[in-house]
């Protein structure tokens, strides 16, 4: 009965460019959900001729905190759907690079090694796609997207004037406050015309008390006032802080790490290398001492 009902996906974009990707997926109806599930597609100028009864996502709030070129600014938000990983796993192809999937409930949520992902309203469920040309560093993009969402929350309790709420990563994948896990991040890769496609699936819980905690009940412990954290907050911050962190990995670490993997690296402490760093279109060259541990 639950998986019957069509799932409603807005599309939404940031400026006039990804509006105009909007309206033309939707007139190619090219969103599909996998299994046949049914889908119907709408723009987000059509969100107010809708009556949502619990707080949905606020899409405009989301826009406006972003400061992005690249991620996020193509946005899929659905009131409840089955998976956000599926629909941006199921869709790479039709949709822009570094566009992300909203839900408020989820009914068929996916957590790694074939789990479920409990999906109750109030959490915070994305998933976004990036493509990347070098398979080394694939595996390590996980610990890119566990760092920015470290970042963002503290970035977040920054601005808001909130008391710091210390979200720690259990490397590589799962976030934990006060011993009790809050988000999870779920990273699959498929390989095609020389690109790896991933999609980079996110839960964290931000207002939902229920498996665990969330951030809002350790903020209402540990403040007198009412605020709370907002989703819309916490996912621009995200994407604010995961293209400055996903540019340094690529440019600079991710090269560093394939150059320590390869036959190349000098393997003696002391030896001198010169190490250059892209850093958009100027190369920096460092010289640098190895130390081998
Ligand atoms: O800890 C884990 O096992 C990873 C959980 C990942 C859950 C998120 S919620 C948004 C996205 N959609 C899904 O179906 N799963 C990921």
Not at 41 to 63: A, C, G, K, W, Y
Not at 175 to 201: E, P, Q, R
């Amino acid at each position: 009965m639950e998986t019957s009902s069509p799932s409603t996906l807005f599309l939404c974009g940031k400026s006039s460019a990804e509006v105009e990707i909007a309206k033309s997926m939707k007139i190619n109806d090219a969103l599909k959900l996998p299994d046949a599930g049914q889908v119907s597609t709408l723009l987000q100028s059509e969100i107010n001729n809708f009556r949502f009864d619990e707080e949905p996502f606020n899409v405009d709030l989301f826009m406006n905190s972003l400061s992005t070129n690249r991620f996020g600014r193509f946005l899929v938000w659905s009131p409840r759907l089955p998976s956000t990983h599926d629909v941006v796993s199921h869709n790479f192809c039709e949709l822009p690079i570094g566009a992300v999937c909203v839900a408020d409930v989820q009914f068929k949520g996916r957590g790694r090694s074939k789990n479920a992902w409990e999906s109750p309203r109030g959490c915070l469920m994305y998933s976004f796609t990036l493509q990347m040309d070098d398979g080394k560093i694939v595996p390590l993009v996980q610990y890119v997207v566990s760092l920015a969402v470290t970042e963002a929350i503290k970035d977040v309790c920054d601005r808001n004037g909130f008391p710091y709420i210390d979200v720690r990563i259990k490397w590589p994948n799962d976030l934990y406050l006060n011993g009790l896990k809050v988000g999870g991040i779920l990273c699959t890769s498929t390989y095609k015309s020389k690109k790896f496609n991933v999609s980079s699936g996110i839960g964290l819980n931000v207002g939902n008390e229920k498996p665990t905690t969330c951030l809002n009940a350790i903020l209402k412990e540990l403040s007198t006032s009412s605020n709370e954290f907002r989703r819309e907050d916490v996912m621009a911050a995200f994407f604010n802080k995961f293209e400055m962190l996903y540019d340094i990995f690529v440019n600079q670490v991710g090269y560093l790490w394939e150059l320590s993997t390869s036959q190349d690296w000098p393997s003696e402490s002391g030896q001198r290398v010169i190490v250059q760093e892209k850093n958009e279109d100027r190369v920096v060259e460092n010289v640098v001492t190895v130390q081998c541990c």
